[in-house]
């Protein structure tokens, strides 16, 4: 099989692979490949389903606020460079009984991190999101920064930016296998081979198909998605009402405006077992999950008919601690980005810049215990990741 030779392939064109892809296509002089399983902008990918939450007022700790700020700088560039919305700064509400662990870390990380927020009391809530049912003891946290993102206009932005600068992209082609060896790297697809001075790997879920070193560390967790129709659509539209995390009791609730013009997002916790590999994953809700979530749905916000008018079910690839694996192997020549465990696509393009730069041989502000070894070294401590919250 002859070798088609290039400086950089990158495998996986979705969440972290269309930004890498940007990113290296920005460089002077570098041959960039692109090779995706799907389509351009497909519907299997993490990525999908309409809307995804920004935040950067961040339950999940202060660790992740600056790669929040500087993805905030790098979606309104890719916004300005093609000329589509990404990102709809209207605010991100979380709602939760006061002191609720979560709550009290996001704030803790407003105000560590000077974000512009507002805290509500329970009058205020009740007097400015009437959207919400809320419930005795709770208190709000406004994140001016938030807001929503439209995850597939992003993805398709950066690789049209990529093409757009040179970069060679091939669509419907699976990657068979990885081999590494003194002149390069080999990656084998169904339509060819490529020999590479370094491969980025961001195949998301099916990294686990590459790597026995992600097998052991990775699980998929499966993500549930549902939008509902209010009887007073008005009332959800993105100037009105916020993207938003709630939490009542053990039921947690995440979504979005309405982007549509006549539903708005709203998901709740994952219930599903986790699973090792994609093929593996269900495909749709059963039809009892529809109806407990439909009725979770109506006790937390007003007007709302219980029965979802849309639903999907997706996938991403958990670490145990839920940080990201960002990794440069020992050869120098293979880049893995993955594990973003339900929460990485609004820091993507970080993730993005990240890649570019270890391609380069260049530091990068990527916390070490980011590092596949660091993440094999606690896995042996912990366990792999056995479900939990979103």
Request: proline residues 6%; charged residues 25%.
């Amino acid at each position: 099989m002859d070798l088609q030779k290039t400086d950089v392939v990158v495998i996986g064109a979705g969440t972290v692979g269309s930004m890498a892809l940007w990113q290296l296509s920005k460089r002077e002089g570098l041959d960039v490949v692109g090779i995706e399983q799907y389509g351009r902008v497909h519907s299997h990918g993490s990525y999908a389903g309409e809307s995804r939450v920004f935040r950067t007022a961040y339950h999940e700790g202060g660790l992740y606020v600056p790669m929040m700020n500087r993805s905030r700088e790098l979606w309104r560039e890719l916004e300005s460079e093609s000329g589509r919305e990404i990102y709809a700064e209207v605010g991100a509400l979380s709602i939760a009984p006061e002191g609720f662990p979560d709550l009290v870390t996001a704030m803790g990380t407003a105000r560590d991190y000077d974000i512009p927020h507002r805290i509500l009391s329970e009058e205020e809530l009740r007097k400015e999101f009437p959207q919400h049912r809320i419930q005795p003891g709770d208190i709000g946290l406004l994140d001016q920064h938030g807001g929503g993102m439209r995850p597939e206009v992003a993805v398709m932005s950066a690789l049209d930016a990529a093409e757009a600068a040179g970069a060679k992209l091939f669509f419907n082609t699976p990657v068979i296998d990885i081999e590494e060896r003194a002149d390069g790297v080999v990656v084998r697809t169904t339509q060819g081979a490529f020999l590479a001075s370094r491969v980025v790997v961001a195949s998301g879920s099916w990294s686990t198909r590459l790597s026995p070193e992600l097998n052991r560390l990775l699980r998929l967790q499966v993500l549930g998605l549902t939008w509902f129709m209010p009887r007073d659509i008005a009332a959800f539209v993105p100037e009105r009402f916020p993207a938003f995390l709630r939490d009542a009791g053990p039921v947690h609730f995440f979504g979005a405006p309405s982007f549509d013009g006549y539903s708005f997002k709203a998901c709740t916790n994952p219930e599903w077992p986790v699973f090792r590999d994609v093929a593996e994953v269900p495909t749709t809700h059963t039809r009892e999950e529809l109806i407990r979530i439909g009725q979770r749905a109506a006790e937390l916000f007003e007007g709302v008919n219980p029965e979802p008018v849309r639903q999907s079910v997706h996938h991403c690839a958990y670490t145990p601690d839920r940080l990201p694996v960002v990794d440069r192997g020992a050869s120098g020549r293979m880049v893995t980005i993955t594990g973003l465990s339900g929460h990485g696509f609004k820091f993507a393009p970080q993730l993005g810049e990240w890649a570019a730069q270890l391609v380069a041989g260049e530091d990068t502000s990527a916390d070490a215990r980011f590092a596949l070894p660091a993440h094999l070294e606690r896995l042996e401590r912990t366990g792999p990741y056995t479900g939990g919250g979103h």
